[in-house]
């Protein structure tokens, strides 16, 4: 009957087999798991809902911030775009597996518009062994009175790498919110020179056997000199040693940090696609 019905809306007593569903794609539903694992399913905690059309075993999507298809038929993802339609639009982009995210995206570009930026291959990356290229022992958490400094190069890379400013609609206040969090959790790396960044990355989401790092930069006038491969070993060295599995995605067309990571020791293991949103 739910099937015919369409995607509905999941709740916290299915947690235990969304849980169990998201654990047989831990790398790629990583961003997901690590949310479902420290809040359930409530959609005020979770900061979104998770949608099936026939139980989690046949089909899964997260709508928050994110629209992120997990798992599904053709069929199935065109039950997540039908009921992402019927109201305003909540999310600021898709992203996830290409095979579920770029036919998802053909369903809702007629009814959202163009996408501002479509990204359709981003080699989704990983490692479970520490990595035999020397890392940088300069890299090393950030404090929580290093902050400032740290966001500076934060939004410097949110702009490269995203297009727009992160303080743009609030003045900055969610974002720096965000990077602080990352650092009292612990979850921020960073390479400082002369009270400047010249390194760093987080490790964006981390669920109980991944740890997905993101928002890696070197700053401009050090670039070429290897920063990024050695910072970036240490960085998912952390990671291996906390017991997870270091994993990123990376644009296609960065042939430079495609040799980086690939220097390092993380291979891919599938691909993702990201639709970034007016």
């Known amino acids: 009957m739910l099937k015919l019905l369409g995607a509905k809306p999941l709740s916290n007593k299915d947690t235990a087999n969304v849980l169990r569903v998201l654990d047989a794609d831990p790398i790629a539903t990583c961003m997901i798991a690590a949310r479902v694992q420290e ?4 959609p005020r905690a979770f900061h979104g809902e998770m949608w099936s059309r026939g139980g989690p075993d046949e089909s899964l999507c997260f709508y928050g911030a994110n629209l992120v298809p997990l798992l599904g038929s053709v069929d ?4 997540f775009a039908d009921r992402a339609c019927r109201g305003p639009r909540m999310c600021s982009s898709l992203v996830g597996r290409a095979e579920l995210t770029l036919p998802l995206w053909e369903m809702l570009e007629a009814d959202w518009g163009a996408a501002r930026e479509l990204r359709c291959e981003q080699p989704l990356l990983a490692a479970s062994q520490l990595s035999e290229h020397a890392a940088d022992p300069g890299v090393r958490l950030v404090r929580a009175d290093e902050l400032d400094v740290y966001l500076t190069a ?3 890379m949110f702009i ?6 992160p303080r743009a609609n609030d003045g900055g206040r969610g974002y720096r919110r965000r990077i602080a969090g990352l650092i009292a959790a612990g979850r921020a790396w960073a390479r400082f020179e002369d ?3 010249i390194y760093k990355a987080e490790i964006g989401s981390q669920s109980v ?3 997905q790092i993101q928002g890696v930069w070197v700053h401009p006038l050090y670039r070429g000199h290897g920063l990024g491969s050695a910072g970036t070993a240490a960085v998912a060295n952390a990671v291996v040693r906390s017991g997870r599995i270091a994993s990123l995605y990376v644009n296609s067309f960065n042939y430079p940090a495609r040799r980086a990571y690939a220097r390092i020791g993380l291979k891919q293991v599938a691909t993702f696609t990201t639709v970034l949103l007016d």
């Open 209 to 211: 056997t991944v740890g």
């Open 39 to 42: 809040f359930g399913l409530d």
């Open 195 to 197: 009270g400047q960044v």
């Open 154 to 156: 934060a939004v410097a």
């Open 160 to 165: 490269e790498e995203v297009g727009v400013d």
């Open 76 to 79: 199935d993802l065109r039950s």
